[in-house]
């Protein structure tokens, strides 16, 4: 799977201000699943109090089209679980430095496991470039399969 690229400003505060804030209030996680055309932020009963919540956006509305590349061996769909509070945490503070751009890349990290052993885990990476600092921040996410999104 990669995933690479860069949040417009108009798609970073499109998330930021206006549909993040409310899918936070149904529930503190919800499922992305990206594609090369679209991009949706799904909340089931299983993540809210029996509301099924959906927001989809055209990839260009969000991402620079030049920049923006989404594959996978699953038909270039990527779906993962994530916490709304980070995501918005990140947004917030790429507004507060005044960054002129947010790239956002899916990377793998080393984290401990339940041994004490390093294990792999999937992370979205965001990259937020003000002109006197660099900011990065890793959101810890859980990859699921497509299917999964609509049970």
Known sequence: MKLKGKLTEHGARLLWKNFLPIIEKFGKTCQVLLGTDEVHFIQT???????????????????DVDTYRC????????AFQVEVGLLLRVLKGAAATNSEM???????RQVPGPAGEPQSKP???????????????????????????WY
């Open 71 to 78: 594959q996978s061996k699953h038909f270039n769909l990527i």
């Open 123 to 149: 992370f979205l990476s965001f990259t937020a470039v003000a002109s006197t600092r660099i900011t990065f921040h890793h959101c810890r996410m859980l990859i699921t399969c497509r299917r999964c999104l």
């Open 45 to 63: 009963s299983l993540n809210t109090d029996g509301v099924h919540v959906t927001a989809r956006f055209a990839a260009e509305t969000l991402f």
């Open 102 to 108: 947010v790239e956002v890349k899916l990377t793998t």
